[in-house]
């Protein structure tokens, strides 16, 4: 009896871990969206997947980003961002060597922007929303690709320089993230996880 009511915790512990986490979107209050954090898949490659999406008077959009690793390493990631039914922007980093990616940016005002990006990727932006970067000095943006900073604040929290010149600051309570303050067209918003980690 003992070892069934012990398997059973096991198990249920294992499939609140593999849940999607969902946070809040706030801006000024008001919730205006919504992201989730979904499972790492652990098959041939790890996968990391976020979706986003929000809603303002006149603007509606989502934003997903998705990462591919091999062997501890980035293989790939793509992000794609949507306004009101539209694709505005979408970026693509693939690993052409060790220590060596090639990035792509598609948008309406420059079709398309090559760069390579000649540094080792362990850890991403997406990164940050599963695990806390207790040990990591930096991580890589997939948005802008570009290797962000990250210092550490205290009580949990950690600051990244993003190559726009804004900041986002990234809450941990047991090593999950819980609460994401970034800026947004000029204006500060709040990713609020809804359930706590116990």
């Known amino acids: 009896m003992q070892k069934t009511l012990l398997i059973l915790l096991l198990l249920a512990s294992l499939a609140g871990y593999a849940q999607v986490a969902t946070f809040d979107v706030v801006m000024a209050g008001h919730t205006i969206g919504s992201v ?34 091999s062997e501890g390493t980035l293989h790939s990631s793509l992000t794609e961002q949507t306004v009101n039914g539209k694709r505005r922007e979408q970026t693509v980093t693939t690993r052409l060597a060790s220590q060596h ?32 970067p207790a040990q990591v000095q930096a991580v890589y943006s997939e948005k802008f690709g570009a290797m962000c900073k990250i210092r550490k604040l205290g009580n949990g929290s950690y600051s990244v320089e993003l190559p726009n010149g804004k900041e986002s600051v990234y809450s941990y309570e ?12 000029g204006v500060k918003l709040s990713i609020v996880r809804k359930q706590r980690p116990l």
């Open 36 to 69: 989730k954090v979904l499972p790492q898949d652990d098959g041939a490659r790890l996968r990391k997947r976020i979706e986003a999406e929000f809603s303002v008077p006149f603007f509606s959009g989502s934003f997903v980003a998705e990462n591919q690793f």
């Open 101 to 132: 990616y090639r990035f792509d940016l598609s948008e309406k005002t420059d079709r398309n922007r090559k760069w390579e990006v000649v540094a080792p990727i362990a850890h991403t932006i997406t990164g940050l929303y599963y695990q806390e």
């Open 174 to 185: 047991h090593g999950h993230c819980v609460r994401v303050v970034t800026e947004l067209a």
